[in-house]
């Protein structure tokens, strides 16, 4: 599987960023989502994902109620909205996949996703 994330940028604090998430290749239904991101120097985080069938979604704390992350199978792609930037959002941002039917904070687990994008990179500025 082969992934390619878009929508990154620099924006002011406040602002909204959609990032996408493209797969291609053998692709499969009957995996989840994530998106992760690392800041200069620190090491990669969990940030949010979705499972399979989109039913359900788990956020780390501090992007609960600005990020939301979906999902359309039909078209083999994945979004996170990001709404209410802060300057500590400032990453590159990489969605992965993760095969099984997971749910909930199993999808929080960084070692389980086999599949990597390259990463966009988000700055916000105060």
């Known amino acids: 599987v082969q992934l390619v994330e878009s929508g990154g940028g620099l924006v002011q604090a406040g602002a909204s960023l959609r990032l996408s998430c493209v797969a291609s290749?053998?692709?499969?239904?009957?995996?989840?989502v994530g998106w992760f991101r690392q800041a200069p120097g620190k090491e990669r985080e969990f940030v949010a994902a979705?499972?399979?069938?989109?039913?359900?979604?788990y956020y780390r704390d501090s992007v609960k109620g600005r990020f939301t992350i979906s999902r359309d199978n039909a078209k083999n792609t994945a979004s996170l909205q990001m709404d209410d930037l802060k300057p500590e959002d400032t990453a590159v941002y990489y969605c992965?996949?993760?095969?099984?039917?997971?749910?909930?904070?199993?999808?929080?687990?960084?070692?389980?996703?086999?599949?990597w994008g390259q990463g966009t990179q988000v700055t916000v500025s105060s």
């Open positions: 992965a996949t993760q095969y099984g039917r997971t749910s909930g904070q199993v999808m929080a687990v960084m070692k389980s996703y086999d599949s």
């Open positions: 290749g053998r692709t499969s239904p009957s995996h989840a």
């Open positions: 979705i499972s399979w069938n989109g039913g359900s979604t």
